[in-house]
């Protein structure tokens, strides 16, 4: 077992409806824990229980409320772990609040709030948008949002990694992304490193290629094909 952290380590997992950020937010706590020996949680999105009580999204004068708890609650995970993996921030409500309201009054508080957090991992919109409940308004809403996270990030000068991938891929990915965080804060157990080790020793020599790419899984192959399409 690794001696704890005294200080955690704040892993935000933010992007548009349907990619993945809950199954990825539980499956990257459950393997940072058992590859760190760390005191991993994950925390889980306020607005869906907030939406599955009231039979409703919000209305405007309800955000800030529902991006504080969801900060609340990051913070009362963080007060007793040494990794808290968040499936979303306010940084999310935020961005929302914008798109629905067209509001900005709620960006400069996410954003402070934001550059808390060790990484940022934003989901690329390379898995299929399914249906579930009351939160998600459809495939169309998706680029926009993922456009307007990428700007607040961006703007802010707060770093971030997008995460694409399939299947385990993904999870993989966002592992892999995580890594020189945690080699950084403090030495885990040397399961996770050795593993990235070993993996990039196996690596051809990386080049720039993503201005003539057609690979499937590379998000920026896949941003620049749904732009031509729409065009």
């Not at 869906?48 to 969801?70: D, L, N, V, Y």
């Not at 390379?126 to 998706?142: E, F, S, T, Y």
């Not at 299947?167 to 945690?182: K, M, T, Y």
Request: a negative charge; charged letters at 25%; glycine letters at 6%.
């Amino acid at each position: 077992m690794s001696t704890p952290r005294t200080e955690p380590v704040i892993l935000a997992i933010v992007g548009a409806e349907s990619t993945g950020k809950s199954t990825l937010a539980q499956a990257l706590s459950d393997r940072l824990a058992a590859d760190t020996g760390w005191r991993c949680t994950w925390v889980r999105e306020h607005l869906r229980e907030w939406c599955e009580r009231e039979g409703r999204t919000p209305a405007a004068h309800e955000q800030a409320a529902i991006a504080s708890e969801q900060a609340r609650r990051i913070d009362i995970a963080a007060a007793s772990h040494d990794i808290v993996v968040c499936d979303t921030t306010p940084l999310m409500t935020a961005v929302y609040h914008r798109h629905v309201f067209g509001d900005r009054s709620l960006d400069a508080d996410a954003l402070a709030w934001q550059r808390r957090c060790t990484l940022t991992l934003l989901t690329a919109l390379d898995l299929p948008w399914q249906a579930d409940g009351l939160q998600r308004d459809g495939p169309h809403v998706r680029e926009p949002v993922d456009t307007a996270v990428r700007e607040l990030l961006i703007g802010a000068g707060l770093p971030f990694v997008v995460v694409a991938g399939l299947g385990p891929a993904r999870l993989e990915a966002a592992a892999d992304a995580v890594a020189p965080c945690l080699r950084r804060a403090d030495a885990p157990a040397p399961g996770l490193f050795s593993r990235l080790a070993a993996r990039d020793a196996a690596q051809p020599e990386w080049r720039w290629v993503c201005e003539s790419c057609d690979s499937p899984d590379c998000e920026h192959a896949a941003r620049r094909l749904r732009l031509l399409q729409r065009g």
